[in-house]
């Protein structure tokens, strides 16, 4: 097997193939060798598993996913990739290189051809230029994968991670927090990478909820509406920016705050899932949510 933990041996192969870093695409190869045996073993890679994983690149990550998982499925944007990781993978037959963008892609379709009768996780190193499309499609689509392990940036690791209610909370806290559980798993710093970007990472793992933590009148692309809005003009409180972000008259939002039990002054980040539950109904349906068992 080809030791893509040794730079000198990743920058022949890459060399021999002419291939060079677009930093459009987000691509930073992981050199150390201890974080990807680390991030296949905590994706759950195992006998009866197959793995969806993001952005081989020259397919570090992607032969410790092997060793260890029945099936591997990589979808890859880079055209010319799939040639150097014919080469790094060659010593696996249970890998299947997908070329094409995975935001353009029909995910659930692909889970259901490649992995039928297997249980499914993910496991990538993300290109940090779109984070959040990727997770969001993913969790969004509701598609039949036990849990999803990434590298992120650290900054977007803490984020995906604040709790709603905290300081560091913002939309993709509440969104993603509504589909998974998230959690940070290690950091990793910046010298792990070829080229090494300009800030550290951490590999973050979110378990997917079998049933969201709030249970909604309104249907759900009001609550993402409603979270998008809250957001949006960090330095208000709730009250302006849903007046700004949904075209709604003043009176009609402090009624619905006062219905959900918000005081006038709350900002975004100091609401829980469950006020926001509950402001969503109140804004929508005109209820009350309830908190999910
Ligand atoms: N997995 C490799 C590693 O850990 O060294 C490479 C990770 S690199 C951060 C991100 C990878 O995602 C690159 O190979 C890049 O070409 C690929 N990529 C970028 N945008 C993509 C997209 N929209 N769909 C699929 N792959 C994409």
């Known amino acids: 097997m080809k030791d893509l933990s040794d730079i000198r041996e990743v920058k022949r192969i890459l060399s021999r193939h002419g291939f060079h870093f677009s930093k459009a695409?987000?691509?930073?190869?992981?050199?150390?060798?201890?974080?990807?045996?680390?991030?296949?073993?905590a994706c759950g890679a195992g006998p009866g598993v197959g793995v969806l994983e993001i952005g081989p690149g020259c397919g570090v990550l992607t032969q410790q996913l092997?060793?260890?998982a029945e099936k591997v499925v990589a979808v890859e944007l880079d055209k010319r990739l799939p040639a150097v990781l014919a080469e790094t993978l060659a010593d696996f037959d249970t890998?299947?290189?997908?070329?094409?963008?995975?935001?353009?892609?029909?995910?659930?379709?692909?889970?259901?051809?490649?992995?039928?009768?297997?249980?499914?996780t993910v496991c990538a190193n993300l290109p940090y230029y779109i984070t959040s499309p990727i997770l969001m499609k993913l969790l969004e689509e509701r598609l039949a994968v036990e849990s999803i392990t990434v590298m992120v940036q650290k900054e977007?690791?803490?984020?995906?991670?604040?709790?709603?209610?905290?300081?560091?909370?913002?939309?993709?806290?509440?969104?993603?927090?509504?589909?998974?559980?998230?959690?940070?798993?290690?950091?990793?710093?910046?010298?792990?990478?070829?080229p090494a970007p300009q800030v550290d990472s951490a590999v973050i793992r979110l378990a997917i909820r079998e049933k969201p933590p709030v249970s909604l009148a309104a249907?759900?692309?009001?609550?993402?509406?409603?979270?998008?809005?809250?957001?949006?003009?960090?330095?208000?409180?709730?009250?302006?920016?849903?007046?700004?972000?949904?075209?709604?008259?003043?009176?009609?939002v402090a009624a619905a705050l006062e219905q959900a039990g918000i005081p006038p002054s709350a900002r975004a980040e100091q609401l829980s899932m469950e006020q926001f539950g509950r402001l969503c109904d109140a804004l929508f349906v005109g209820g009350g949510a309830g908190i999910a068992e």
């Open 25 to 41: 695409l987000g691509q930073n190869f992981l050199i150390d060798p201890t974080v990807c045996p680390r991030m296949a073993e």
């Open 66 to 68: 092997a060793m260890r």
């Open 95 to 120: 890998v299947k290189i997908v070329p094409g963008d995975v935001l353009e892609m029909d995910v659930a379709s692909l889970l259901a051809q490649e992995f039928a009768g297997l249980r499914v």
């Open 156 to 194: 977007a690791a803490e984020r995906i991670c604040a709790q709603p209610g905290s300081r560091q909370c913002g939309a993709v806290s509440v969104a993603v927090q509504y589909y998974a559980q998230p959690e940070i798993l290690f950091d990793v710093p910046r010298e792990s990478f070829l």
């Open 219 to 252: 249907p759900e692309r009001d609550f993402f509406r409603l979270v998008r809005a809250a957001f949006g003009q960090r330095r208000k409180t709730v009250s302006n920016a849903l007046c700004a972000g949904l075209s709604r008259e003043k009176p009609a």
